[in-house]
């Protein structure tokens, strides 16, 4: 800590790296939570309708959901030549500009996703390090900030936010408020989970009455249930109105790109993860500034 006292920008230059290296396992998760989460879809559905395994191509699904497959094994190769990619290849950022975004073997192009991600994880990091001096919910926060990273890239290419992210964050949030590490107490953080799910669960059954549509999945639910248990319920109606906004805003540039209409589904999640995330920070800030500057309170 004394340290730390003499050379403030250590914390936040440590936390970028180690968020860099973190944004490289948050690929993997990323890519694979998903298709590990299909897979045993896919195995439950067999051992419930064991009919579906006499055709070819169910036993050659059955096949494939034998294979070991989760965040370590096996290990990452190009999906082009099938070549294990190296370790020399598999340093953040750095491998990616040294092999200008190819494979080394066949020259297959690399998604610039890859050290995007990366970049984002290590400058969100950095600025929770520099923004919260080192503790217990310092540390706490960079892991929050890791999982909405996973979170928004997965609803991004899958329109899906995983259980097992959502639901280990939100009780996250209320053991840290149970043992006093967050700021929030746990009552508010018990209430602000209930509220989260509660509020946005309202919504949908209310829009889906009235559309006979499903406005959003309840994965959207969970996501704001895991944000009111870190933030606490007082901060669900900010969350909810940044987060709205940011959504209406690049929902209509994403039609004028597209070139779509607003029966286009779009991801929800990803919104929520910002506002969240901006509220966890900054947010008493931004309301204090509002009230203040416009309400004159």
Known sequence: MELLTHYPW????????????????LNVVIHRLPIMMEREWKRDCIDCF?????????????????????LSVPRSRCPKCNQLISAKDNIPVISWLLLKGRCRHCQHPISARYPLVELLTAALTATAAYMLPLSEWSLAVIGFTFALVALTFIDI??????DQITLPLMWAGLFLALVGISPVSIEDALIGAMFGYLSLWSLYWVFKLLTKKEGMGYGDFKLLAALGAWLGWQELPFVILLSSLIGAICGIILMKVQQSDSQTPFSFGPYLAFAGWISL?????IIDWYLTSYLGL
């Open 281 to 285: 920070l900054w947010g008493n800030q």
């Open 50 to 70: 064991p009919e579906f395994k006499v055709n070819d191509q169910a036993k050659e699904q059955s096949s494939e959901q034998n294979e070991t497959f989760n």
């Open 10 to 25: 250590l914390y936040p230059t440590l936390a970028a790296v180690f968020g860099l290296l973190i944004g490289s396992f």
């Open 157 to 162: 290419d899958k329109m899906l936010l995983p």
